[in-house]
């Protein structure tokens, strides 16, 4: 399905292709192999299965997730504490407690996906949508044959 003349076939919008976890360079392939919320826990591919990008760009690569992880949770807690005050009026720090450790702990299996894709999608140099690659059969580029 064609946006427009202009987009290859196969084409997935960049918001689409984050809410979703797909490959940054070619939006099709799935970063991760199981659901977000399941008992098998958070698998994660290692290469793109469409256009064969390795996720881990170099060793300790998902260290930074942490950061990115890290301010999910701060704005969550911020966003949750306001609606709570908002919602309730109650200054027990025990019901603040209570509500936000619950609300981490709902979200960690949300923040631990979605900071690996942030990190991919908008703060790794040098990693790029590639039209190309989104075409259902990817070009093949030399850097490619050199990997194989």
Request: aromatic share 14%; with cysteine.
């Amino acid at each position: 399905m064609k946006i427009n003349d202009k987009e290859p076939n196969g084409y997935v919008p960049m918001m689409v292709g984050l809410v979703k976890a797909k490959c940054p360079r070619c939006r099709r392939g799935d970063i991760f192999a199981s659901p977000t919320y399941s008992f098998s826990g958070q698998k994660m591919h290692d290469r793109c299965s469409h256009c064969n990008l390795y996720y881990e760009r170099e060793p300790g690569y998902w260290y930074v997730a942490m950061f990115v992880s890290y301010a999910l949770n701060v704005a969550e807690m911020v966003t949750f504490a306001v609606g709570l005050h908002t919602l309730t009026g109650s200054n027990s720090p025990w019901l603040y407690v209570c509500v936000l450790l619950g609300v981490i702990f709902i979200l960690s299996p949300f923040n631990y996906r979605y900071s690996r894709v942030i990190l991919l999608y908008w703060l790794t140099p040098g990693l790029h949508y590639e039209p190309g690659r989104a075409l259902d059969k990817p070009v093949q580029t030399q850097q490619d044959r050199n990997d194989n």
